[in-house]
Structure formats: C-alpha cells, structure tokens
C-alpha cells in the first residue's frame, strides 16, 4: 500500500521477475484502486525476458540461449512457471512471448 503518495493521476509501470514491464497510465490515486496486471486483465504481463538481473525488456534470442543452456536445472530465473524445473513448458512459454517488447 502507497501511503505516503499524493493524490492524483499517475502513470505505473510493474516489471515481474523474468517479465516484460507494463504501463498502466493515468491511474488515479484518490481513491484505493486495484491495477490487474494478470492474463484476466487487460494489461498481463508477459514472461520471458531472463537476461541480465533486470532484463533488457525484450523476449529475445538471449533469452532462448539462457533457456536452453538452464534446461533441466532449477534456476529460478530461466524457470518461467515456477515450478521448480526448466522444462518445455518454460520453452513454451518464452517461445509464445518472443519478440515481445514491454512498454
């Protein structure tokens, strides 16, 4: 919860772990709100940008070659679903966001 943010119109961006960013712009602040950055939503956020700590924002070669060399490990980073194993569903999922760019 933000408590200490002025009232007013803002523009958020999130960036999960291994996930493009997303921008929500022109949210307003006066009141308590509730941003859905889920697949439900209209805004989801795409997984799949596991390069660097922070990623670069793009689902891109890189990040199949972190993938591919992480594959049957448990690195948190590469192991998209969270599931405790970098599978073909990890494959799946990037391979679905590549050449996506978050905002």
Same mark, same amino acid.
């Given at each position: 919860?933000? #408590? !200490?943010?002025? %009232?007013?119109?803002?523009?958020? /961006? +999130? &960036?999960?772990? @291994?996930?493009?960013?997303?921008?929500?712009?022109?949210?307003?602040? =006066? &009141?308590?709100? #509730?941003?859905?950055? !889920? *697949? *439900?939503? $209209? %805004?989801?956020?795409? @997984?799949?940008?596991? *390069?660097? =700590? @922070?990623?670069?924002? &793009?689902?891109?070669?890189?990040?199949?070659?972190?993938? +591919?060399?992480?594959?049957? !490990? @448990?690195? +948190?980073?590469?192991?998209?679903? $969270? =599931?405790?194993?970098?599978?073909?569903?990890?494959?799946?999922?990037?391979? /679905?966001?590549?050449?996506? /760019?978050?905002?």
């Amino acid at each position: 919860i933000l #408590q !200490t943010v002025s %009232s007013g119109n803002y523009d958020i /961006t +999130v &960036k999960g772990y @291994s996930h493009l960013a997303r921008l929500a712009s022109n949210i307003n602040l =006066d &009141k308590f709100i #509730q941003v859905d950055f !889920t *697949n *439900n939503g $209209q %805004s989801p956020l795409y @997984s799949g940008d596991i *390069n660097l =700590d @922070s990623g670069d924002n &793009k689902v891109n070669a890189l990040d199949i070659s972190i993938l +591919v060399n992480n594959f049957s !490990t @448990s690195n +948190v980073r590469s192991d998209l679903n $969270q =599931d405790g194993v970098v599978n073909s569903i990890d494959i799946s999922n990037l391979l /679905t966001n590549f050449n996506f /760019t978050g905002d």
